[in-house]
């Protein structure tokens, strides 16, 4: 398995609470990704990184705001969180983008009452 | 309207016969297509990746990319019930290989022994 962790695995947040999800790999890949995975959608790409520091927006990234301050470290935060928000949370990584495979952590389930 | 589209499932398959699974998408320009496999609770893993029109075979598992069609395919053969999940199609449908993926909805399998 690529050396990818995920914490904390399950979240269980109220509305309004800021939410940080925590993203680690070991295996120095350039890009990461961050995925939320609803019943009916599949996976949906919220924000990625192509190095320290850049970051950019994918499909569903409002409410939601990243940080790669470290190679290994991606952080995903959601700033007030809303029940709609609640998902489980996938993140990836991948040595070249493009035509490279993407390897997933074991997500985050993620409860906002 | 949906970029990715699978059909949901159950697909319902008896042990030692062929899954067919498909997936139709609507960007023209799309590259580079997977072929995930989820089990309930699991994060997806990688099957197949093809970029070229035609077939490509890999172990009992063929994915077959038609880009006129706009459609990239499936087949298990053989199929065994730990080939049970949910089958997601992704497509990379930009030209920045920042490898952002677009996940259809995903295929429920069920192989019945």
């Known amino acids: 398995d690529a050396g990818i962790t995920q914490s904390p695995r399950h979240k269980v947040t109220e509305t309004g609470t800021p939410v940080t999800l925590r993203c680690h790999q070991t295996?120095?890949?350039?890009?990461m990704y961050w995925y939320r995975q609803d019943p009916g959608h599949g996976l949906r790409l919220i924000h990625y990184s192509y190095g320290v520091k850049d970051t950019d927006k994918g499909e569903v990234s409002d409410g939601y705001s990243v940080s790669r301050s470290k190679t290994e470290d991606f952080l995903l935060t959601l700033e007030s969180a809303t029940s709609s928000q609640t998902s489980v949370y996938f993140c990836a990584i991948s040595n070249s983008g493009g035509e490279e495979t993407q390897y997933f952590g074991p997500g985050t389930r993620l409860l906002v009452l | 309207q949906k970029e990715v589209e699978q059909n949901s499932g159950p697909l319902s398959v008896p042990e030692g016969a062929i899954a067919s699974l498909n997936c139709t998408y609507s960007d023209r320009g799309s590259q580079s297509f997977f072929w995930y496999r989820q089990y309930s609770g699991k994060s997806p893993e990688l099957i197949m990746s093809i970029y070229s029109n035609g077939d490509k075979e890999d172990g009992r598992f063929t994915a077959q990319l038609n880009k006129a069609s706009q459609y990239v395919s499936l087949l298990i053969r053989d199929s065994q019930p730990s080939d049970s999940a949910t089958y997601l199609c992704?497509?990379?449908?930009?030209?920045?290989?920042?490898?952002?993926?677009?996940f259809g909805a995903g295929t429920q399998v069920v192989v019945t022994p």
């Open positions: 992704a497509l990379d449908m930009t030209t920045d290989s920042w490898g952002k993926l677009q």
């Open positions: 295996e120095n890949h350039r890009y």
